[in-house]
């Protein structure tokens, strides 16, 4: 397993080492997260939590490590983060479903082609 501790820390000198090659890029990922940051009807914790299924779901393990260490900071517990990680996997599964029938869509498609 990794060391996510470890690996935040390096990431964020990656990142440093991007925006200060592409600044714009940082400066516009930096917009979207702050965008994100704002209270609104979902406090930090909420969003967390859909940040991590998030993560989950789109594989980022840069994602997995920056924000299960806010959702901690946010007050999520291990059981809240578990029920979040179980609906990322019921959305992969669903997905990768959807995505099936559009394989056999695809094939009728041909088929009569």
């Known amino acids: 397993m990794l060391d996510w501790v470890a690996?935040?820390?390096?990431?964020?000198?990656?990142?440093?080492e991007i925006g200060k090659l592409s600044p714009d890029t940082l400066k516009g990922y930096q917009t979207l997260s702050a965008a994100n940051a704002k209270e609104?009807?979902?406090?930090?914790?909420t969003r967390e939590l859909i940040s991590l299924a998030?993560?989950?779901?789109?594989?980022?393990d840069g994602c997995i490590t920056v924000h299960t260490d806010a959702?901690?900071?946010a007050g999520a517990t291990k059981e809240e983060i578990?029920?979040?990680l179980g609906?990322?996997?019921?959305?992969?599964?669903?997905?990768?479903?959807?995505?099936?029938?559009r394989v056999m869509d695809?094939?009728?498609?041909?088929?009569?082609?």
């Open 106 to 113: 695809a094939v009728a498609a041909y088929s009569n082609a």
């Open 7 to 16: 690996y935040k820390k390096e990431l964020m000198g990656r990142i440093g």
């Open 87 to 101: 609906v990322a996997v019921a959305m992969n599964a669903g997905s990768a479903m959807v995505y099936s029938a």
């Open 82 to 84: 578990t029920e979040a």
């Open 54 to 60: 998030v993560a989950v779901t789109t594989r980022c």
């Open 71 to 73: 959702a901690l900071k």
């Open 40 to 45: 609104g009807k979902l406090g930090a914790k």
